[in-house]
């Protein structure tokens, strides 16, 4: 019967296994099984940087994951152009890359010295293999056997030709009832060479510590003058602030550091973190954080890819759902700030707290709790977080441009600013 039992479970892994994959790519970062963990993709300049290059440099991409069903397997990769909305350029592969069009991933190696068994695979970009020749947004795609019916894990970057500088301005919100909550971004792109048509032929996307999520699109500058485009519209632009994320540090699974309540190693290793309370509070708090970013360490070895162990870090969030019809989640770029089962939190009435468990990697962690409202589908932060003009953040605008007559778009510049230079 135990048996009986244990094989229909892994039938039923299988089939989920196999009905993710026949789903193929979508156009965004995502993971298509469970077993992959830990993907980072950056700026091999900075770690965990966003991941931009310039065309026709040195600038190399790093990204990586872990398998955690170990072994070797035979992982391939291909890029496809994007447009500036995330779709397909539609454009054949001889038009956009230099090289082949895919290419096995030979660099791994295994878990050594972990509970957790896995395999950790890293590509670089630009590479002697893949060399994408035009600017614009990529998607990288990873998938198995050489079939891309069989898609393993989906990510964005962006390659830039710099034609155009980009200045940004961070004030508080025009809107009089949001000068305290909300940061406004004003910018200007200076360009030599001329601009027929900005309406038509330029788009600027804005984003907030460049989370997708909060992607802004703009399409007319509020004045043209010689030289420049300039975008302050009164009304656009306008973000809310939100408060400093939230952190953790599990570099070291033998000794409990900031944010960490309990460690528990047995079979499998357990991270109890302290219970977080409520952030909205009447008043900023100034904390250090990486703006929601993650870094791989471990302190109990020489590798932070393939010495670092994973655990079971639980999630504890003290406040009451904010609404009926709702749900509460715990994000970060750990998981994408994706809104699904792995972040959604539980809500115990008896307790009155939110629970989430998730399985991590040893090293630095910020994160914030969400809560969606279903009948909207919006998300808010303030909820439980608190939104304050004081807040340090990086805003990111992206500049893209299709020439009259071309068939894609370039991306001609781009520029980051973090609100502490204001």
Not at 264 to 282: A, T
Not at 325 to 330: Q, S
Request: glycine share 4%; net charge neutral; hydrophobic share 35%.
């Amino acid at each position: 019967m135990i048996k009986q039992i244990g094989l229909f479970f892994l039938l039923l892994l299988s089939i989920q296994i196999t009905v993710a994959q026949n789903q193929g790519f979508v156009h965004d970062n995502k993971i298509y099984l469970p077993n992959i963990k830990t993907v980072q993709c950056y700026n091999a300049k900075k770690e965990q940087s966003i991941p931009v290059i310039t065309l026709k440099t040195n600038e190399q991409l790093v990204f990586s994951f872990d398998d955690l069903n170990g072994g070797s397997k035979i992982y391939w990769y291909t890029v496809e152009h994007c447009t500036s909305d995330w779709k397909s350029s539609r454009l054949s592969p001889i038009d956009y890359l230099d090289g082949l069009s895919d290419d096995r991933i030979n660099d791994y190696k295994y878990s050594f010295n972990t509970l957790q068994k896995f395999t950790h695979y890293t590509v670089n970009l630009p590479n002697s293999q893949i060399r994408p020749k035009i600017s614009g947004n990529y998607l990288l795609k990873v998938y198995e056997d050489g079939n891309q019916q069989k898609p393993v894990v989906s990510q964005r970057f962006y390659v830039v030709e710099n034609l155009v500088d980009i200045g940004i301005e961070i004030t508080p919100s025009s809107q009089v009832p949001l000068r305290f909550s909300n940061q406004k971004v004003n910018f200007t792109i200076f360009h030599k060479t001329p601009i027929q048509n900005p309406y038509l032929d330029l788009k600027a996307v804005v984003m907030q510590n460049a989370i997708p999520q909060t992607a802004i699109v703009n399409t007319k500058p509020t004045f043209i003058r010689p030289g420049s485009l300039v975008y302050n519209e009164l009304l656009a632009n306008d973000f809310p602030a939100g408060n400093e994320f939230r952190k953790f540090d599990i570099r070291s699974l033998r000794y409990k550091a900031e944010n960490v309540q309990e460690i528990i190693r047995d079979s499998i290793n357990e991270v109890i973190l302290f219970q977080d309370v409520n952030g909205n509070k009447p008043r900023y708090t100034n904390l250090v954080d990486e703006n929601g970013s993650f870094f791989i360490r471990n302190q109990e070895g020489r590798d932070n890819n393939t010495d670092g162990d994973y655990a079971h870090v639980h999630f504890t969030l003290n406040a009451v759902p904010p609404s009926a019809n709702g749900e509460a989640y715990v994000l970060g770029r750990f998981n994408n700030y994706t809104l699904d089962e792995n972040s959604k939190m539980t809500f115990d009435p008896t307790k009155r707290r939110f629970y989430r468990e998730v399985l991590l990697k040893q090293g630095l962690y910020d994160y914030k709790y969400v809560w969606l409202n279903k009948e909207s589908g919006k998300t808010d932060q303030a909820v439980f977080e608190g939104s304050y003009f004081e807040t340090a953040n990086t805003y990111q605008v992206f500049a893209y441009y299709r020439k009259p007559g071309a068939r894609w778009e370039e991306l001609i510049g781009y520029s980051s600013v973090n609100t502490l230079r204001r």
